[in-house]
């Protein structure tokens, strides 16, 4: 079992950033990979980021390629997403998920095995 705990979300004005953590409990939990998720209220949840067990692939969905980035630290079993530029778009609780399937990429929720509680990121204008 793994689980996941989110931090660092809150309020912020457009064109700030924010960095979310989220910690892993669990021994095996730097063999898989990493995710982010996000869903805003009346919307369906999205794919946001995601990183390799190692951290050597990254992905992003396009709206938020180039401002937020993905990385990992497998000695503190720590995922961040650093977020810049921030948009009211980016509005959404976002969650950081784990996928058994450490060496590759899944964009799908259903393809993520484990689930934090979510932190509200919210982005004013």
């Known amino acids: 079992q793994v689980q996941l705990v989110e931090s660092g979300g809150g309020l912020v004005q457009a064109g700030g950033s924010l960095r979310l953590s989220c910690a892993a409990s669990?021994?095996?939990?730097?063999?898989?990979?990493m995710g982010w998720f996000r869903q805003a209220p009346g919307k369906e949840r999205e794919f946001v980021a995601a990183v390799t067990w190692n951290g050597g692939t990254t992905a992003y969905a396009d709206s938020v390629k180039g401002r937020f980035t993905i990385s990992r630290d497998n000695a503190k079993n720590t995922v961040y997403l650093q977020m810049n530029s921030l948009k009211p778009e980016d509005t959404a609780v976002y969650y950081c998920t784990a996928d058994v399937w450490g060496f590759g990429i899944h964009r799908k929720g259903s393809q993520h095995d484990y689930w934090g509680q979510g932190t509200q990121v919210t982005v004013s204008s």
């Open positions: 669990g021994r095996t939990a730097s063999r898989y990979g």
